[in-house]
């Protein structure tokens, strides 16, 4: 890694902290100002985190969101990825079953769950089963608007030099789909943490969204930003530790040929 890069990732990261610390004391100034219970200071929230971490059940509920939210990402990415390039590529297939696409990608959240919950009972395939409905769809749009944007002149050169379906798929669909795949992924990890909060607050006896309704039944806000916190820290530790690089490697092809 040359030296540049290493200064550029510096400040990203040294502005990024002074944002977070910016934030962080605008709030502790609003809830010293507030005065209310209702506004808890970080100072609060992070000491119940600290104790629930070590003395509670906030990593196992935690853990269980997590699990959830990654085998429901895992099957929203690929059925979209799949029914995009599909989609995309074939533009009768585009025609025939888009609608169906956009009928349930504008259902409510809530709906799909409670139709899955009463179908299927309250169980964890149901619930997985609930949040990949809900997110594949904006997925397959995504991936099928960014096929549709590929270089038509790459295709008459996959033709001259004989190019087989693993081939064209490899060195031609792959690399320019990449930035539209890295783009579904950031809008779908953000999306399905919180589809599946909500598909825990009503079905579930577990997760983090379990905990934020039991909180809520008591008024405790505290406790609910404590774990919302939580978990948006998890959360952003996935963006900085696995997507942020997988998108610069995802793009390398376009600074390569720059």
Same mark, same amino acid.
């Given at each position: 890694?040359?030296?540049?890069?290493?200064?550029?990732?510096?400040?990203?990261?040294?502005?990024?902290?002074?944002?977070?610390?910016?934030?962080?004391?605008?709030?502790?100034?609003?809830?010293?100002?507030?005065?209310?219970?209702?506004? #808890?200071? #970080?100072?609060?929230?992070?000491?119940?985190?600290?104790?629930?971490?070590?003395?509670?059940?906030?990593?196992?509920?935690?853990?269980?969101?997590?699990? =959830?939210?990654?085998?429901?990402?895992?099957?929203?990415?690929?059925?979209?990825?799949?029914?995009?390039?599909?989609?995309?590529?074939?533009?009768?297939?585009?025609?025939?079953?888009?609608?169906?696409?956009?009928?349930?990608?504008?259902?409510?959240?809530?709906?799909?769950?409670?139709?899955?919950?009463?179908?299927? =009972?309250?169980?964890?395939?149901?619930?997985?089963?609930?949040?990949?409905?809900?997110?594949?769809?904006?997925?397959?749009?995504?991936?099928?608007?960014?096929?549709?944007?590929?270089?038509?002149?790459?295709?008459?050169?996959?033709?001259?030099?004989?190019?087989?379906?693993?081939?064209?798929?490899?060195?031609?669909?792959?690399?320019?789909?990449?930035?539209?795949?890295?783009?579904?992924?950031?809008?779908?990890?953000?999306?399905?943490?919180?589809?599946?909060?909500?598909?825990?607050?009503?079905?579930?006896?577990?997760?983090?969204?379990?905990?934020?309704?039991?909180?809520?039944?008591?008024?405790?806000?505290?406790?609910?930003?404590?774990?919302?916190?939580?978990?948006?820290?998890?959360?952003?530790?996935?963006?900085?530790?696995?997507?942020? #690089?997988?998108?610069?490697?995802?793009?390398?092809?376009?600074?390569?040929?720059?």
């Amino acid at each position: 890694m040359h030296a540049p890069t290493l200064r550029g990732n510096a400040f990203y990261a040294l502005r990024f902290a002074l944002s977070v610390a910016a934030l962080v004391g605008l709030w502790a100034l609003v809830a010293a100002f507030a005065r209310s219970p209702y506004l #808890p200071a #970080p100072v609060a929230v992070a000491a119940f985190i600290a104790d629930d971490v070590a003395h509670g059940d906030m990593l196992f509920n935690i853990g269980m969101t997590l699990w =959830r939210a990654t085998a429901s990402f895992v099957l929203a990415m690929g059925i979209g990825c799949g029914l995009g390039l599909l989609f995309g590529r074939n533009a009768r297939a585009d025609q025939a079953f888009m609608p169906w696409v956009l009928v349930l990608m504008n259902t409510p959240v809530l709906v799909i769950g409670v139709l899955c919950f009463i179908w299927f =009972r309250t169980t964890e395939a149901s619930a997985i089963l609930a949040v990949v409905l809900a997110k594949f769809p904006n997925n397959t749009v995504i991936i099928r608007d960014g096929v549709r944007a590929f270089d038509p002149g790459l295709d008459d050169v996959a033709h001259v030099y004989r190019f087989g379906p693993w081939a064209r798929f490899r060195h031609l669909y792959l690399p320019q789909a990449m930035p539209f795949v890295i783009a579904a992924s950031r809008s779908g990890i953000g999306i399905v943490w919180k589809i599946v909060l909500v598909i825990e607050l009503f079905g579930l006896s577990s997760g983090v969204g379990f905990e934020i309704a039991k909180y809520f039944g008591l008024f405790e806000v505290k406790e609910i930003i404590g774990y919302s916190v939580a978990f948006s820290l998890v959360m952003l530790m996935v963006e900085t530790l696995v997507l942020q #690089p997988l998108d610069t490697y995802a793009r390398r092809w376009r600074t390569a040929a720059a």
